[in-house]
């Protein structure tokens, strides 16, 4: 079994920080992309940013330059640095990780439970 838990959303004002973080344990070989999405009400899930094992970083282009995706390979944690929030950044933010459980089993995705971002104007 594969857990992630998210932690470090909460209620912030328009321009404040955030910083998410997300843990991956259980069975566990290695990692590959983890990557931070986000779905406000009404709107479909949409990729925030993710990082590769190597360190190769993407962004939506709504949050380059305020947001920032690193990892600790050590520890299968993920982190979200949010800078200049704004209100539609408003959002469920949840976690994802691809995981190999074995040397040779495929990878395969894990999605925490998210955790919720409100940022007021």
């Known amino acids: 079994q594969v857990q992630l838990v998210e932690s470090g959303g909460g209620l912030v004002q328009a321009g404040g920080s955030l910083r998410l973080s997300c843990a991956a344990s259980?069975?566990?070989?290695?990692?590959?992309?983890m990557s931070w999405y986000r779905q406000a009400p009404g709107k479909q899930r949409e990729l925030v940013a993710g990082?590769?094992?190597?360190?190769?970083?993407n962004y939506d282009d709504s949050v380059k330059g305020r947001f920032t995706v690193s990892r600790d390979n050590a520890k299968n944690t993920v982190y979200l640095q949010m800078n200049s929030l704004k209100p539609e950044d408003t959002a469920i933010y949840y976690c994802?990780?691809?995981?190999?459980?074995?040397?040779?089993?495929?990878?395969?995705?894990?999605w925490g439970q998210g955790t919720q971002v409100t940022v007021s104007s």
């Open positions: 259980g069975s566990i070989f290695t990692i590959n992309t």
């Open positions: 994802k990780g691809e995981v190999r459980r074995t040397f040779t089993s495929r990878y395969t995705d894990y």
């Open positions: 990082i590769t094992s190597g360190g190769l970083t």
